[in-house]
């Protein structure tokens, strides 16, 4: 069993619609990433969160340290939005290794 | 800053032939990141270096795999002899080294190897 897993894999969703997804994890952790993958490649962080809620623009991070869960919200989705979002840990006493999920593919259709 | 640069942004080569990868972290960061990216695996940590010491290698696949950080500003990644298994896209990237700092990544290398 992968220590970080995503759901869904894959999702579709229309323009304007509010979306969610969905990081879990099995390992105790000092902070957890949000990446963004565009079609072209290039990866950017999102967030880094460790507690509570974080908000940029559209987007929003929140994290459960209890339940080891953490989620990513965006609303009003856009085309543009569409990318591959991955979840990645910084495991407790590893240093700033990060562990990825295996990531969410997000198509937002016009 | 310029931000995370790597060379060259694409590869192809034949097997049994050496790569070489190349990294500039950002100015001021001192941990340095190498990962690989491909469909089945996703990505995967290779080696990570902070103060130009490499701190944990367990990512690296085999022997065939090198990497070296000279100086603050300069990392490497060897693969010798290049096996079509090899083919992903490489990505380095760098941040602070002390306290949970963002990672920043470069635009990677797409490597083909035939």
């Known amino acids: 069993k992968n220590e970080v897993e995503q759901s869904p894999q894959n999702l579709t969703a229309q323009e304007g619609e509010f979306i969610t997804i969905n990081c879990s994890y099995s390992v105790g952790i000092s902070a957890l990433h949000w990446l963004q993958q565009h079609p072209g490649g290039g990866i950017v962080s999102l967030f880094m969160l460790s507690s509570g809620k974080k908000k940029h623009g559209r987007l929003i991070a929140t994290i459960n340290i209890q339940e080891k869960h953490s989620s990513l919200h965006i609303t009003a989705s856009h085309p543009r939005d569409s990318a591959v979002y991955i979840c990645a840990v910084r495991v407790n006493n590893a240093g700033n290794m990060l562990t990825f999920g295996g990531g969410t593919r997000l198509m937002v259709k016009p | 800053d310029a931000g995370v640069i790597q060379s060259p942004r694409h590869e192809v080569t034949e097997m049994g032939q050496e790569v070489t990868l190349r990294c500039k972290p950002i100015?001021?960061?001192?941990?340095l990141f190498w990962y690989r990216q491909t469909m089945m695996r996703g990505l995967e940590l290779l080696i990570y270096f902070n103060n130009n010491v490499p701190i944990d290698d367990s990512g690296m696949p085999e022997d065939r795999f090198s990497a070296k950080m000279p100086n603050a500003s300069f990392s490497t990644l060897k693969i010798q002899p290049s096996e079509p298994r090899d083919s992903a896209v490489y990505f380095c990237?760098?941040?602070?080294?002390?306290?949970?700092?963002?990672?920043?990544f470069g635009p990677g290398t797409r490597l083909t190897v035939t």
């Open positions: 990237a760098s941040s602070l080294a002390r306290g949970a700092y963002e990672q920043y």
């Open positions: 100015s001021g960061h001192n941990s």
